[in-house]
Every structure is written in C-alpha cells, then in structure tokens.
C-alpha cells in the first residue's frame, strides 16, 4: 500500500514527459566529462522497466568506458569516405545492446505473427534509457550502422546458434552533450494520424 502510494506520488512529481520527449535529441558531440556512475546506473534500470513481448526481457547491456575498447567501437561504427558515426568516438561510454535469444513461447509467437517482437523490445528499453539519460541531462545517440561481427567479436559476445542466436542490436553513445540541441524534424500530425481507417476523414 505504502510503496504503491509512494510510486503514485513520486510520478506527479517526476519532469512533464511531453516535456522530456521534446526535449531528447540524438546528441552527436561530447564532453569528456565522465558520466558519473549513479546516473548511469539509473539509465540502465530504465531499459530494465522496459516492456516487452511475453515480458521475456531479451535484452543485456554492456557498458564501454575503456578508451582503447571504445575507439575500438567507434572504428566499427563507420562508413569508409563518409562523417558518418564520426562522433562515437568523442563519448565517454558506448552502450552496445545485445538481444538475447527469448523465451520459446516469444519465438513461436513471432513465427506466427511474422513480427520480430525481440527488435519491438529491443526499441523500446533502448529509448527508455536515452528518455531517463535525457532527463538526466546526459545525451545520447542510438547507433544502428556498425560491423556487428567484429563488434561481437571485441565484447567477447557467445553467438549461440539457430533460436539461440545472440544478436547486437544496437550501440548507444552516453556522455555529456558539449552542443545545443538541434530543432527536431518531424512529420506533421495529421499526415500520420487517421481516425476510424486508413487515410479517414477528421485528421
Ligand atoms: C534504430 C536507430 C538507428 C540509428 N542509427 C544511427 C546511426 O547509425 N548514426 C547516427 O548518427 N544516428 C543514428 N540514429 C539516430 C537518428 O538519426 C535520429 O534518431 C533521427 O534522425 C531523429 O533525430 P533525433 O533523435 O535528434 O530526434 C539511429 C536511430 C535509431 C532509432
């Protein structure tokens, strides 16, 4: 009873979430000010809360904050000629998110609805952790383009095999955000929003 209350009361003091979203921006220049560990830790229990499908949880972090593995990274993240992920290598932690192989039930139920839930999950505990880093004032930048297999490789990530194949989803750069944020680029509302049907009226 007390910690239900304390929980309500503790979320109507919490920041304004439309606030919080607004204000999340991928953040691709760093400070080299180290981010201090309760903050961190605090972003990794937000991924943890996360929902996902079955609540199977298929999802482990593994934090960089070792210079050398962290460039190391960073040269994994590029696209030879281009400025791309150039900046993975100013932050002074790198998130690489690891899908673990889920439960069997999840598995078969993504068979069947031909939807990989574990990326649905994957998403949505990675988000939760730049939405509390953001909150924290920290930024971050999710990173999707990188060598997996070298990435694995450098973590010392088991493959595992058939349904037990372990993944890298992700990287998520953490660290102090050394520029203003940009404006965010968004589709207006009404062009993906319908109401009743695809493309109904009243939007
Ligand atoms: C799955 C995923 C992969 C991404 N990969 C990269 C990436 O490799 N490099 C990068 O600079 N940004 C990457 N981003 C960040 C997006 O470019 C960014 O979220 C988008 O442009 C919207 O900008 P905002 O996050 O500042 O609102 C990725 C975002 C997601 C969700």
């Not at 994994?76 to 900046?87: E, H």
């Not at 068979?111 to 971050?140: V, W």
Request: charged share 20%; glycine share 6%; hydrophobic share 40%.
């Amino acid at each position: 009873m007390y910690t239900n209350l304390s929980r309500i009361l503790h979320y109507n003091s919490a920041m304004d979430f439309l606030k919080l979203v607004q204000h999340r921006r991928s953040v691709r220049a760093y400070r080299e000010d180290p981010v201090p560990p309760d903050l961190l830790t605090s972003c990794l229990e937000a991924a943890r809360l996360a929902p996902s499908a079955t609540n199977s949880q298929p999802w482990h972090f593994i934090v960089v904050t070792d210079t050398e593995v962290r460039s190391r990274i960073a040269e994994l993240t590029r696209l030879p000629g281009s400025r791309m992920n150039a900046f993975a290598a100013q932050a002074p932690v790198i998130i690489a998110v690891v899908a673990e192989p889920p439960r069997l039930v999840t598995q078969i139920g993504a068979l069947l609805q031909k939807t990989p839930f574990y990326l649905l999950d994957i998403g949505i505990a990675a988000e939760h952790l730049c939405l509390r880093a953001a909150e924290a004032g920290l930024g971050t930048c999710m990173i999707g383009w990188f060598d997996e297999k070298k990435v694995a490789s450098l973590l010392g990530i088991p493959k595992g095999s058939g349904l037990h194949r372990r993944r890298v989803s992700l990287l998520i750069t953490l660290g102090y955000p050394a520029d203003a944020p940009r404006e965010a680029k968004r589709k207006p509302l009404q062009s993906i929003v319908s109401y009743e049907r695809y493309g109904g009226e009243g939007n």
